[in-house]
């Protein structure tokens, strides 16, 4: 019987006009990078404009993720993966072909284990739980960082993307208003106000990065010494910030007693870290 | 060298005019509540009524937690403990009295250690972020109760516990609006559209419980088969409703796939388990 033999994940992730390794931004698709690099799982990657999203998953057969708004989304993986079947001795071929952040990192958990690969959820259902919760707080500040950052994410995006970011979002979030109108001005009372409500809700995580109230606890990440995929969340939507608003990164930095710059710069490798590039052809 | 001797953990719960053991219904005291019955740490407590909570916390010299409009909180416990002196083998005795529930949480998790008391931050710092979360998500569903249930709180206060609460509560919460005026009418569009608000912000909690969006897991807790400090939040707040408004708490009780059932059946015995009563003069 010979031993299971896996071609390399592919990923799939929505292009931007930002040189490499910025090239990934969105904080969504950041997840699956951050997973596939901590991991040190070998795969392969495409970038994907805005308006091939539907098209690209519609071929892979992967379902709508909803009826909202956005039910095509990436990330997404394809996993062709060839195992010994039990029975005859035959080797089974299965293709995975996944979307959502969570499913994908579930997923990859399982299929990489230990110990050859560490696992993102260090303290099983615990660690699930965090994520889950964590993910939960995320979601409310993507939301309080609309109007600022939207209008930003344009600006790096190719031009189809650009042109599908706009129609969609403008109709689908900001009732019609131009992305143009929708950014409070830099420095202004209605940006700051803005700030105040994503620094708010950014709290927990400051609190959470700091443990026990006191300051005083062992590692830099939510598990403590070990990252999990509840800090790739976090990441993820600060690395959204460096890349289109480099400015209020900063401040987003600043938050706390710097728990969150600490956390940023032990996983900015497992960010900035890209697979073999791979063209992808829409069928 | 004696071994150390501690006195009972006294704990300070807010009254109620409900018969033993639903005497206590504050989702804050309960988490402490149900932290002393689940460790088994042996107790004494007082029940105190709203008015006193204040000069209760001066006399026992805990400050004012925050500057907003509630400076004075329950759940307040206090540690009488002798501990023989390393240095000269004469016992040195230390008062702790704190409040707050969760520093509560973290002082009885380290005073009161494994192996003879389990843990309710079974699995370290990964714990502690899960309930700093967890506590963040559950606020906001406190606040999304309030006109609700706040209203039905003070059916079952003590008469001088009513009194303050409706003083405090409609200047400080509901501008100046009577309590009565506060709730909106059973089984109208304003309550469905409120408990909408709450149900919705609770699905976190049923996902968590649910654990990897497949629902296979192992047990009902949110930690998996051990339970902690996270699950006593939730549930702590579920028993606010089950207290003050069984109705709406038959209604959370069947939300999801019964997940938030099982964990309430298995922590219900935590819930209602009492320490022995101890007067208390404030001085």
């Not at 062992?218 to 608003?245: H, M």
Request: glycine share 8%; hydrophobic share 35%; charged share 20%.
């Amino acid at each position: 019987m010979s031993p299971p033999t896996t071609k390399p994940i592919h990923f799939f992730d929505i292009t931007s006009t930002l040189p490499s390794p910025r090239q990934s931004w969105s904080p969504n698709t950041l997840r699956t990078r951050l997973i596939l690099n901590y991991k040190s799982i070998p795969y392969t990657q495409s970038f994907i404009s805005y308006p091939d999203i539907k098209p690209l998953l519609t071929s892979l057969h992967i379902p709508a993720l909803n009826d909202g708004f956005l039910p095509y989304t990436l990330p997404a993986i394809i996993h062709h993966h060839h195992q010994p079947s039990d029975a005859d001795s035959s080797s089974k071929a299965d293709t995975t072909a996944i979307n959502d952040s969570l499913p994908i990192a579930l997923y990859l958990d399982h299929a990489f284990p230990t110990p050859q690969h560490p696992s993102i959820f260090p303290h099983g259902p615990t660690s699930i739980s965090l994520a889950i919760a964590v993910q939960h707080l995320i979601s409310a500040c993507i939301s309080r960082s609309r109007a600022l950052i939207m209008p930003r994410v344009w600006n790096i995006l190719d031009p189809r993307g650009q042109v599908y970011f706009r129609e969609s979002r403008e109709r689908g979030l900001f009732g019609g208003r131009r992305l143009e109108d929708v950014r409070p001005e830099e420095g202004g009372e209605e940006e700051e106000a803005m700030w105040m409500a994503l620094s708010g809700e950014m709290e927990v995580f400051v609190k959470m990065l700091k443990g026990d109230g006191e300051g005083v606890r062992e590692g830099v990440f939510f598990e403590g010494g070990k990252p999990g995929y509840a800090d790739f969340l976090l990441v993820g939507f600060l690395a959204w910030f460096e890349r289109c608003d480099r400015r209020m990164w900063e401040r987003m930095m600043g938050l706390g007693d710097g728990g969150l710059r600490r956390l940023w710069e032990a996983c900015e490798g497992w960010v900035d870290g890209m697979g073999e590039d791979a063209g992808w052809e829409i069928s």
